[in-house]
């Protein structure tokens, strides 16, 4: 019995045992398995990391490549539209982006530009490069339409190429004198009521000298006093520059005058006082600049002085922001209230560290001398007087009202002292050798609704005084766009208010309140008032064709 007890003692601890040798086992095996599913998902998510990071790469490269064939389009195309003329169109351009390159690459593009002469793109001519003329190509013609191929590359791989399908369209630009409201290279009188309107800040005026601004005048673009001999021009009363003062020499602004845009003085000083206003910065290149009574300055206040004397800024004025901005001078910056300046306050400025005052080109008088041929390849129905034609200067009254669009007449002094009706019915040419309207003349319209373009022009190197245009009254219509042109000088008296420009070689003068509306259309339609044509640049489709 007791042998039987220790037999079955010991093969119920044997089977435990052996139990606990086949659990431990099944552990262990688990976890191996374990072990082995976790290195193969490492493995697995490594490999795939691997895979996506040269996806990334690649997909970066690529996108990289295409956003720099995009740019390579942009500045091809930006190179056609600033060309200064359709003979300066670019052949092709490169260039490298300035994108995070991978890998040690760069990114770059390489556009190649074919021209053709039809806006369908089927007639290719020759592009002969920068300065050359198209017309010289091999078929010869001017571009009407163009296409771009753009070749992007980054990466080490990785290409783009997108094409881009332009109209080339040759846009008549007028001579850069033509651009003013009124240009004169003798004294531009901006007095008595002087208003100049224009829909854009591009009505400006030029003279050698300007003689003030006074009286309500108000001008709707930028003045520039070009003369080296100006040595003081005086704005005042309520007069209103909506744009920018440009003088050689030194400016006084005073009384209510506002000049909205920035008063530069080259080689000169500026002096602020009463209630007068400048909307933005004052330079002062050659001198000093002093601020009294309530005038303001809504930006910064610059004196350069010169390398002997320095510029000097003296603020005596009553309200607490003289100055919005800040006061730079190369000398001494003195002032009369601590608040005076708004910004900061710094004298013995250095000269090195001054804003660059580009001074705008001074202007040439435009050499404009309409012949019959010229009148007559614009379309022009030509009528001649005086001189060596079989019709008398006395007909001048006569044709300058038919339906005739241009009398000739360089030698003729047109002088009408009576009353005068013209009523034009279609753009107009009057070459004259002078033009004076002592009694009372009124140039109109045919139409109630149609406006119609009048060059009245004496033709550059007619001896003065004997080239003046000259008005009395109300003349012109709202409907007759004018362009007064003549190397002499241009004098209106009573109230008047004109369409159009004026260009003289001399003086401008008014008397009595004046309003010129700008309006450049008789100028455009004036042979011999244009530069060679610009490219007007219009993309029409864009597209990645490869990559």
């Given at each position: 019995?007791?042998?039987?007890?220790?037999?079955?003692?010991?093969?119920?601890?044997?089977?435990?045992?052996?139990?606990?040798?086949?659990?431990?086992?099944?552990?262990?095996?688990?976890?191996?398995?374990?072990?082995?599913?976790?290195?193969?998902?490492?493995?697995?998510?490594?490999?795939?990391?691997?895979?996506?990071?040269?996806?990334?790469?690649?997909?970066?490269?690529?996108?990289?490549?295409?956003?720099?064939?995009?740019?390579?389009?942009?500045?091809?195309?930006?190179?056609?539209?600033?060309?200064?003329?359709?003979?300066?169109?670019?052949?092709?351009?490169?260039?490298?982006?300035?994108?995070?390159?991978?890998?040690?690459?760069?990114?770059?593009?390489?556009?190649?530009?074919?021209?053709?002469?039809?806006?369908?793109?089927?007639?290719?001519?020759?592009?002969?490069?920068?300065?050359?003329?198209?017309?010289?190509?091999?078929?010869?013609?001017?571009?009407?339409?163009?296409?771009?191929?753009?070749?992007?590359?980054?990466?080490?791989?990785?290409?783009?190429?997108?094409?881009?399908?332009?109209?080339?369209?040759?846009?008549?630009?007028?001579?850069?004198?033509?651009?003013?409201?009124?240009?004169?290279?003798?004294?531009?009188?901006?007095?008595?009521?002087?208003?100049?309107?224009?829909?854009?800040?591009?009505?400006?005026?030029?003279?050698?000298?300007?003689?003030?601004?006074?009286?309500?005048?108000?001008?709707?673009?930028?003045?520039?006093?070009?003369?080296?001999?100006?040595?003081?021009?005086?704005?005042?009363?309520?007069?209103?520059?909506?744009?920018?003062?440009?003088?050689?020499?030194?400016?006084?602004?005073?009384?209510?005058?506002?000049?909205?845009?920035?008063?530069?003085?080259?080689?000169?000083?500026?002096?602020?006082?009463?209630?007068?206003?400048?909307?933005?910065?004052?330079?002062?290149?050659?001198?000093?600049?002093?601020?009294?009574?309530?005038?303001?300055?809504?930006?910064?206040?610059?004196?350069?002085?010169?390398?002997?004397?320095?510029?000097?800024?003296?603020?005596?004025?009553?309200?607490?922001?003289?100055?919005?901005?800040?006061?730079?001078?190369?000398?001494?910056?003195?002032?009369?209230?601590?608040?005076?300046?708004?910004?900061?306050?710094?004298?013995?400025?250095?000269?090195?560290?001054?804003?660059?005052?580009?001074?705008?080109?001074?202007?040439?008088?435009?050499?404009?001398?309409?012949?019959?041929?010229?009148?007559?390849?614009?379309?022009?129905?030509?009528?001649?007087?005086?001189?060596?034609?079989?019709?008398?200067?006395?007909?001048?009254?006569?044709?300058?009202?038919?339906?005739?669009?241009?009398?000739y007449a360089p030698t003729c002094d047109?002088?009408?002292?009576?009353?005068?009706?013209?009523?034009?019915?279609?753009?107009?040419?009057?070459?004259?050798?002078?033009?004076?309207?002592?009694?009372?003349?009124?140039?109109?319209?045919?139409?109630?609704?149609?406006?119609?373009?009048?060059?009245?022009?004496?033709?550059?190197?007619?001896?003065?005084?004997?080239?003046?245009?000259?008005?009395?009254?109300?003349?012109?219509?709202?409907?007759?766009?004018?362009?007064?042109?003549?190397?002499?000088?241009?004098?209106?008296?009573?109230?008047?208010?004109?369409?159009?420009?004026?260009?003289?070689?001399?003086?401008?003068?008014?008397?009595?309140?004046?309003?010129?509306?700008?309006?450049?259309?008789?100028?455009?339609?004036?042979?011999?008032?244009?530069?060679?044509?610009?490219?007007?640049?219009?993309?029409?489709n864009k597209a990645v064709i490869n990559?």
């Open positions: 019995m007791l042998v039987f007890l220790q037999r079955l003692v010991l093969t119920s601890w044997q089977q435990r045992y052996l139990h606990k040798r086949a659990d431990e086992g099944q552990t262990l095996i688990t976890v191996v398995l374990i072990a082995v599913v976790l290195i193969i998902g490492v493995m697995t998510a490594v490999s795939s990391s691997i895979a996506n990071l040269g996806f990334s790469s690649s997909f970066g490269n690529k996108s990289e490549a295409q956003l720099t064939a995009f740019s390579g389009l942009s500045q091809a195309t930006s190179k056609m539209a600033n060309a200064s003329s359709i003979s300066q169109l670019p052949c092709s351009t490169s260039g490298t982006m300035s994108l995070p390159a991978t890998a040690g690459s760069t990114a770059n593009y390489s556009v190649s530009i074919a021209y053709f002469s039809d806006s369908a793109y089927t007639n290719p001519i020759t592009c002969n490069g920068s300065g050359s003329t198209f017309g010289t190509g091999t078929p010869a013609g001017t571009p009407a339409s163009a296409i771009l191929t753009s070749t992007g590359a980054a990466g080490r791989t990785a290409h783009v190429v997108m094409q881009e399908h332009v109209i080339v369209k040759p846009t008549p630009v007028l001579l850069p004198a033509f651009s003013y409201a009124m240009l004169s290279l003798g004294t531009l009188n901006l007095t008595t009521g002087l208003k100049v309107n224009g829909s854009h800040a591009n009505a400006n005026l030029y003279g050698g000298t300007v003689n003030q601004c006074a009286n309500s005048s108000s001008i709707d673009g930028s003045v520039q006093a070009a003369s080296s001999a100006t040595s003081n021009v005086t704005i005042g009363n309520t007069c209103t520059i909506n744009g920018n003062f440009y003088v050689n020499g030194s400016v006084s602004i005073g009384n209510s005058a506002n000049i909205t845009g920035n008063v530069y003085a080259y080689g000169g000083s500026v002096t602020l006082k009463d209630t007068a206003t400048v909307g933005g910065s004052v330079y002062a290149s050659g001198g000093s600049v002093d601020i009294s009574n309530s005038a303001t300055v809504g930006g910064n206040v610059y004196a350069y002085g010169s390398s002997s004397t320095p510029g000097t800024i003296r603020i005596k004025a009553n309200t607490s922001t003289a100055v919005s901005g800040s006061a730079y001078a190369t000398g001494s910056i003195s002032e009369g209230n601590a608040t005076n300046v708004s910004g900061s306050i710094n004298q013995d400025y250095p000269g090195s560290d001054m804003p660059v005052l580009a001074e705008p080109p001074s202007q040439t008088f435009p050499q404009l001398d309409p012949t019959v041929a010229s009148l007559t390849n614009a379309g022009y129905n030509v009528i001649q007087l005086g001189g060596s034609s079989s019709l008398p200067c006395s007909e001048f009254t006569t044709y300058a009202s038919s339906a005739y669009t241009a009398v047109v002088n009408l002292s009576g009353s005068y009706t013209f009523d034009l019915g279609s753009n107009t040419v009057w070459v004259v050798g002078g033009f004076a309207s002592g009694g009372s003349l009124t140039v109109g319209s045919t139409s109630s609704t149609s406006s119609y373009d009048l060059s009245v022009v004496v033709p550059n190197g007619t001896a003065c005084p004997s080239g003046d245009l000259s008005f009395n009254g109300n003349v012109f219509g709202s409907l007759i766009n004018v362009l007064l042109y003549t190397p002499c000088s241009v004098s209106f008296t009573g109230n008047q208010s004109i369409s159009g420009q004026i260009i003289t070689g001399a003086n401008i003068t008014t008397t009595g309140t004046f309003t010129l509306a700008y309006n450049q259309a008789a100028a455009t339609a004036l042979p011999g008032t244009l530069g060679n044509p610009e490219p007007t640049i219009t993309v029409t990559g």
